[in-house]
């Protein structure tokens, strides 16, 4: 398949999907999906925005994996100039639930009560969700193609869809509990979260999920991904709050669990060692779904764009970054957590 064909099968793919909402509340269903915001255009990605563009992770599965194109070189991830308007949406929710389940952290959040968590948290799994499950239809579909199987990269595309099956079941727990919060209206009491709010904006924001396997070794922080595994996700939000001023909220279900737990630690215990530069490196390397101010990225230094790109791009899971003690924002600034 070539590069083109691959990039009209995912948009086909992506075009073809229902409301995620459909499952808990298909009567008040609009119509067929909208190209979603998941991090609020008008509230939000103005803020870092720079002629109405921000640098965002070229993030068509088409891109990273035209894994079948024999006729190109091979193309790594990497950021790129979208619009506002363009980015950070995803085709997941009907104009109606777009605007209703989301109706709290579409506007400036002034307090993280119960509800917030649970929106902050809905947002960032059914992004996961979308994504995930249109992954798997699109490897399913090159796959299946004339000559596959005997391309060399076979084995490693049919392994990263096993990988999104896996993710995939957990992300539907995941979005189970919440839905039923949503349904039965009762207040959010099963969607936990850790929030710390720091006294500067940062030039970058992301909405997504992670799934930790381990996080913690003597006095760096490790933050491995483990897809083989069915741990839990952790919903990942850096945001702007209403008084301008970024905020890290970390949501989660899997209370008691072990990895969770020992994520959490290990980024409480790092509160004041640069706390907003860990948030904001961990959500570069690790979200597809990041946002940043444009003139802010191409102004690192080499080395610090190296940093980046590796964590994200790095196919070998089992080597680790040192992210604490990291400046790349150049920033002074105070912390505190306010859930």
């Not at 992770?57 to 950021?79: A, P, Q, R």
């Not at 999104?164 to 969607?191: G, P």
């Not at 940093?307 to 070998?316: H, K, L, S, V």
């Amino acid at each position: 398949m070539t590069r083109k064909e691959l990039e009209e099968l995912d948009q086909k793919i992506k075009a073809n999907q229902t409301c995620i909402a459909h499952s808990f509340d298909a009567a008040n269903c609009s119509g067929g999906p909208i190209s979603s915001h998941s991090i609020a255009r008008s509230e939000q990605l103005k803020l870092i925005a720079e002629s109405d563009k921000v640098c965002v992770w070229n993030g068509s599965i088409s891109k990273c994996f035209h894994l079948m194109d024999e006729s190109e070189g091979s193309v790594k991830t990497s950021f790129e100039p979208w619009t506002i308007k363009k980015a950070s949406t995803f085709e997941g929710f009907c104009n109606h639930h777009d605007t209703q389940l989301f109706n709290r952290i579409d506007k400036p959040i002034t307090i993280f009560d119960d509800e917030v968590v649970l929106q902050l948290h809905y947002r960032a799994m059914s992004y996961e969700y979308f994504h995930k499950k249109t992954s798997i239809e699109f490897l399913e579909k090159i796959l299946s193609s004339d000559g596959a199987d005997k391309n060399l990269l076979y084995d490693m595309v049919e392994t990263t869809k096993e990988r999104d099956v896996i993710a995939l079941n957990d992300l539907k727990k995941e979005i189970s509990v919440c839905e039923k919060a949503f349904s039965t209206k009762n207040a959010n009491k099963d969607v936990k979260a850790i929030v710390f709010s720091f006294d500067v904006m940062a030039p970058v924001m992301c909405t997504g999920g992670w799934v930790p396997a381990y996080t913690i070794d003597k006095k760096i922080v490790l933050f491995q991904e483990d897809m083989k595994s069915i741990a839990p996700l952790i919903g990942l939000t850096l945001g702007i709050d209403a008084n301008n001023k970024s905020f890290w909220a970390l949501t989660y279900t899997a209370d008691n669990d072990t990895n969770v737990q020992k994520f959490i630690e290990s980024v409480k215990r790092y509160k004041n060692k640069r706390l907003l530069d860990i948030a904001v490196l961990f959500c570069l390397q690790k979200s597809q779904n990041s946002c940043c101010r444009p003139s802010w990225y191409n102004g690192l230094q080499k080395w610090r764009k190296e940093f980046i790109d590796r964590g994200f791009n790095e196919m070998d899971e089992s080597l680790h970054e040192r992210v604490v003690g990291v400046n790349l924002l150049n920033l002074a600034y105070t912390v505190k957590r306010v859930v």
